[in-house]
T-cell receptor, first 114, second 116 residues
Framework: AQSVSQHNHHVILSEAASLELGCNYS??????LFWYVQYPGQHLQLLLK??????LVKGIKGFEAEFIKSKFSFNLRKPSVQWSDTAEYFC????????????FGTGTKLQVIP | GAVVSQHPSRVICKSGTSVKIECRSL??????MFWYRQFPKQSLMLMAT?????????EQGVEKDKFLINHASLTLSTLTVTSAHPEDSSFYIC????????????FGPGTRLTVL
């Protein structure tokens, strides 16, 4: 079975600072990788996803993530955060093929200070 | 597109009663829907996978007789918490996949259940 670990539980940044949230997964085969975001009072929504191809994936709102297969990592980055990026971020993984179960990490709460 | 709704958004009930939560895909057909439970400051824990027209597949440790799941159509799945107890109080979230490559799921807004 797959597992996901997010190392940062709570991150506080000032506006314009750069962001990198760590995500590592464990699974023996090929995977699909996701980052979801949950803004305060709102439901989960997809930020970006990786299925195959270019390991550098660009998502909405200036976010990107890089899949490094050798490190089993899929870290999320943004060069300059805004106050509106304050939210909880979840990394998720599923094995490729069919309707495979998606496993979520424990989430990272990002607080951006104006 | 790809909107998922849940009803109710919040419910308070007495211990021993049953509560039904609905999950609807509004603008797509969802062959598979998922039910999650989210505890405070924790991640989403998958409870069960629901396929239209067949029995749900429950995760280990989830009581299928307590959490009844019905996926009667391609746009509706229901979760019934039977004989609810205070420890069942939680945030229940559903998601649905339209069956595209990659298992992308679209999430509902969640239902806050409080059992007194």
């Amino acid at each position: 079975a797959q597992s996901v670990s997010q190392h940062n539980h709570h991150v506080i940044l000032s506006e314009a600072a750069s962001l990198e949230l760590g995500c590592n997964y464990s699974y023996g085969g090929t995977v699909n990788l996701f980052w979801y975001v949950q803004y305060p009072g709102q439901h989960l929504q997809l930020l970006l996803k990786y299925f195959s191809g270019d390991p550098l994936v660009k998502g909405i709102k200036g976010f990107e993530a890089e899949f490094i297969k050798s490190k089993f990592s899929f870290n999320l980055r943004k060069p300059s955060v805004q106050w509106s990026d304050t939210a909880e971020y979840f990394c998720a993984v599923s094995p490729q093929g069919g309707y495979q179960k998606v496993t979520f990490g424990t989430g990272t709460k990002l607080q951006v200070i104006p | 597109g790809a909107v998922v709704s849940q009803h109710p958004s919040r419910v308070i009930c007495k211990s021993g009663t049953s509560v039904k939560i609905e999950c609807r895909s509004l603008d797509f057909q969802a062959t598979t829907m998922f039910w999650y439970r989210q505890f405070p400051k924790q991640s989403l824990m998958l409870m069960a996978t629901s396929n239209e027209g067949s029995k749900a597949t429950y995760e280990q440790g989830v009581e299928k007789d307590k959490f009844l799941i019905n996926h009667a159509s391609l746009t509706l799945s229901t979760l019934t918490v039977t004989s609810a107890h205070p420890e069942d109080s939680s945030f229940y979230i559903c998601s649905a996949t339209p069956g595209q490559k990659g298992n992308e799921q679209f999430f509902g807004p969640g239902t806050r259940l409080t059992v007194l």
